[in-house]
């Protein structure tokens, strides 16, 4: 299995602390049958100021010590981007991750106050650009009904979605589509 959206790497943003607890983390993930893990990272302006460069230091750091530990995970950049208008401008710029850092998938999240057309032009801009986005866990959205209705929108202009594993199985409750 491969997770997509996994937050792994440890001191950058609300995930593990530590290398140790990243560890820990990656051992659960073998127990569970993953072979891949995607470390994606929040980038949030102001809040998680998170470079590629960065990004591409802490999975190599943290491959290293999958291997001297010998947990057999696949640990690969990547990074999870809050959705604002200048996003594609950074794209172009090479200042984003993409999944795996190959150029093709970005993982954005729609958070709930960028509703409507803005975010639509955005997502269209972001495929101009040449990459697919790849929504984070729209199910999870507080605007319920609202959000599934724009969803539709995005999916048929070419995104994608991104479904965390714990809203099927009840961990968020009835609040997860």
Same mark, same amino acid.
């Given at each position: 299995?491969?997770?997509?959206?996994?937050?792994?790497?440890?001191?950058?943003?609300?995930?593990?602390?530590?290398?140790?607890?990243?560890?820990?983390? =990656?051992?659960?993930?073998?127990?569970?049958? $993953?072979?891949?893990?995607?470390?994606?990272?929040?980038?949030?302006?102001?809040?998680?100021?998170?470079?590629?460069?960065?990004?591409?230091?802490?999975? =190599?750091?943290?491959?290293?010590?999958?291997?001297?530990?010998? #947990?057999?995970?696949? #640990?690969?950049?990547?990074?999870?981007?809050?959705?604002?208008?200048?996003?594609?401008?950074?794209?172009?710029?090479?200042?984003?991750?993409?999944?795996?850092?190959?150029?093709? !998938?970005?993982?954005?999240?729609?958070?709930? $106050?960028?509703?409507?057309?803005?975010?639509?032009?955005?997502?269209?801009?972001?495929? /101009? /650009?040449?990459?697919?986005?790849?929504? /984070? !866990?729209?199910?999870?959205?507080?605007?319920? =009904?609202?959000?599934?209705?724009?969803?539709?929108?995005?999916? =048929?202009?070419? /995104?994608? #979605?991104? #479904?965390?594993?714990?809203?099927?199985?009840?961990?968020?409750?009835?609040?997860?589509?």
């Amino acid at each position: 299995m491969i997770d997509l959206h996994a937050h792994i790497l440890p001191g950058l943003d609300d995930g593990p602390a530590t290398r140790e607890e990243s560890l820990a983390m =990656a051992q659960q993930y073998v127990r569970a049958g $993953y072979l891949v893990v995607v470390a994606t990272p929040h980038v949030m302006a102001g809040v998680y100021d998170i470079s590629r460069a960065q990004i591409r230091q802490r999975v =190599a750091e943290l491959q290293a010590a999958l291997r001297a530990s010998g #947990v057999p995970l696949l #640990v690969v950049p990547g990074a999870e981007y809050e959705l604002t208008s200048d996003l594609p401008a950074a794209l172009r710029a090479g200042r984003v991750m993409t999944l795996n850092d190959a150029g093709r !998938h970005l993982l954005v999240e729609v958070v709930d $106050y960028h509703p409507g057309e803005p975010v639509r032009r955005t997502l269209r801009e972001l495929r /101009a /650009a040449g990459v697919i986005p790849v929504i /984070a !866990h729209p199910e999870r959205s507080r605007r319920g =009904a609202a959000a599934l209705q724009e969803l539709d929108a995005w999916l =048929a202009d070419g /995104a994608l #979605v991104q #479904v965390t594993a714990g809203s099927l199985t009840g961990l968020f409750g009835l609040a997860a589509w």
